[in-house]
């Protein structure tokens, strides 16, 4: 018997990413993002190789750099919000209902405060490095 | 999505590629060039290669790849 995963769900089919649109406009733009990153990524490693052999593309480097800057931006804060869920067993960041949660902090006794702030100063240093970037990086 | 044993390397180019963009940044302020230059923005390519070949796979390879038989 030949069994086939189907990659789709009552939200419609996976492939399709505007269908997260509706209920989670982060978990949209990440995809958004991560679409576009797929692509502009191996661009970007490509052009640092000619930048890195051919002089006077320091202006050009800058400027793409700013945009993947940009757009990597949902990407990194996602990633740490994921291993935040996976260091806390999902009471941080996670939707789990009100009475599994509370039996989860009595197994573990783990409280995800202080974890839930990694990611949001994760993304402060983040956006202050880009400021730094633009006003004093000169490739 | 899948998952697939390569994601570990997906993931490590989603945190480190920002890592080293923001050493980078921080050098700026210090005036650093040279050979440390050439090695983060290097190592910088090399990491968005390996984000960006491995998410091509996932994306557009691996989902729509067909299971095997089971007998």
Redesign the interface.
Known sequence: MTSRKRLTDLRGPQARIGRLLSFSFEAYLHMLTNRIMVFLSLAYAAFIVVYLLVPGLGPALKGITAVVWVLWTPQFFEAMKALVLVRTRGLAFGHLNGEFAHLYRKRYGKHPGPWRAVPFIGLAVWVAAFVIMLARWTP | ??TSPVMIFE?A???G??AL??V???L??AGVTGALW?VL??L???G??V???I??RQ?YGH?RR??K??S
């Open positions: 999505m899948k993931y180019g989603m945190l590629v920002p963009l923001v980078i940044a921080i700026s302020l050439t923005l290097s910088v390519a090399a968005c290669a984000y960006g070949l998410s091509v994306v989902a067909k299971p038989e089971e």
